[in-house]
DNA sequence: GGCGTAATAT
DNA sequence: GATATTACGC
């Protein structure tokens, strides 16, 4: 690594790091003002801000403005957790979290969400003078990680087809023993593992195309993937299509039957069975929630989102310099450490929940068969078609989010009284102001590579006050902007195509009110319980999570996935309709929005 | 040729 | 049972 190398040739290097460029994040202006000194005092460039999502527009904006972001963890417009979260998956840069809370849980917590430091204040200037030295690691982790991808060729091969292939030996040795003639099984082609780079790049392709114009050649020209077919992408692309016809379907079930203010409707509902199986769904299988997706609403939609639904063809952030990829042979996982760089987009568990395993990654396309260990290890990582999996976040939703304050504000007890708790709810009226009356504009690049639909910032997308016709205001403000992006991703993809009156109109009917949904739910899944409401579960899983997990929404942070989006994050909601667990957020930060139990009436099944 | 869907193979 | 691959009609 060359000194350029680090700050891209900037002269300034070489007295490195006098005018390292930082980012400090704290919604207390004292402490604001504390670490700026400090920093200050270290001859950093310091840029201070007391809003996480003001921070994040700036590194959005420019994200090679700085060099480090250091950040509080408590903050009323967005956790720093989920700001590390972002950082984390749009730039990878290193973010130091800072909090009053020196207890080991949370710093572990932080390290395993990626935070490359967590100092505890009050932070001592030893301390500040020596973060730097996260901004050089950062810099060879990432060109140490480059070589590797480099060097890693053909489709085949690695770990992550490890079975496959020790499957096909194996098949192999036996033809040797009897039938001879399997040639053509030799020549026939490798199956390809979606793995999490691969998917994200394809997300990030169909991101950056516009999901109305992604199409199989076309992504795949963006992918630029080596070894990858059009009918790999086109397999792909269907599959995703169908997870986010589901997502959508899904969502407006419990908008149209549990899309009012009345949260108890949702406390009576049974659990949900689980899926919403869309390849059976008939045309005429029309939704009982049309009303409450009236036309306008897509309207609405587009003209409360203007800048934020560009986003949707926008070109992603991180994109591509067009390097050429290969497929991915090598090995996932070759240490915890850089578990969290590698996995970036996959969800981080907390360690007591977590069991490092270290079997070998197979496929990485695997929603479904997700388990913590797996997550971590990076197993199975990227199927759609299974989101409503109970394991598959189990146990690692811990993390407080906004929407815990306007849960909390909106008169939902929280079973922790936690002084992080304390800090939400002393803060949410701020917030309210905030995005009730004047959301910051929404982002045009808001979904970078790694199909960053991040919640955070479609909080900002304006939507509140246009789409919700049914939930509470505060939690409105919140769920609007990623459901309606996803709803709009949806609706655009799929009513724009051609095809059978079944095929693709479904999707925008569908989806018209996932934000409502999910938005409702969330106040569902709080009013009037203080305690986990006690479902069935049709999987049989994860009801012994609901206390634990509940005791933890005092831990106050959010949680790190790498994906931070559609494809994260509704997942995530899915779970949690499977789980019933009264989580307000879960590993992908932002699930909880799901109303938990049977949506009655889905007749479409 | 490319796309989407459905059938088929794994 | 679920996924990727393949077949097939548009």
Redesign the pocket.
Known sequence: MTVEEIRGGDNEIDRFPIGMRVLAVDDNPTCLKLLDGLLRKCQYQVTTTNQAIKALNMLRENRNRFDLVISDVYMPDMDGFKLLELVGLEMDLPVIMLSGNGDRNLVMKGITHGACDYLVKPVRLEEIRNIWQHVIRRKVESKSKNNREKSDQGIEGGDQNEKLNR?RKDEDEEEENGNESDDP?AK???????SIDLHRKFVAAINQLGIEK?????I?DLMNVDGLT???V??????Y?LYLKRISHQANMVVAFGGNNDASSYMRMSPLDG?ADF?TLSCSGRLPNATYAPAGMLGRLNSATGVALHSLTAPPLVQPNHTQTKLQPGPVVSSNHQNMNLFQGIPPFELDQLQYSNKPNT?L????SIEESQIFTGTNL?????INEPRMFRGSSTFTDPISVLASQAGVKLTSTGTESLNLLSTTSGFLDQNGNQPPSFPSNLLPVGESYSYPAAVNGGFSSNITTTAAVPVEAHGGGLVGHIVQNVNQSLSN????P???QDYSQYSQNAFTTLASSALADYGGSSGPVSHSRPNGVGSTLVQTEHTKLQSGFVSSNGYGSLDDIIPGMLKREQNTTMQMNGEFGYDAYMVPGRVYGDESK
């Open positions: 499957k099984t026939k082609k490798p199956r390809v593992v979606w992604a199409v199989p050649k076309r795949l059009r009918e790999n086109a397999s792909h692309l269907q599959k299509r899926l390849r496929h396309t695997d929603y479904n990227a199927d759609f078609n299974s195509q051609k095809g059978g079944c095929s693709k």
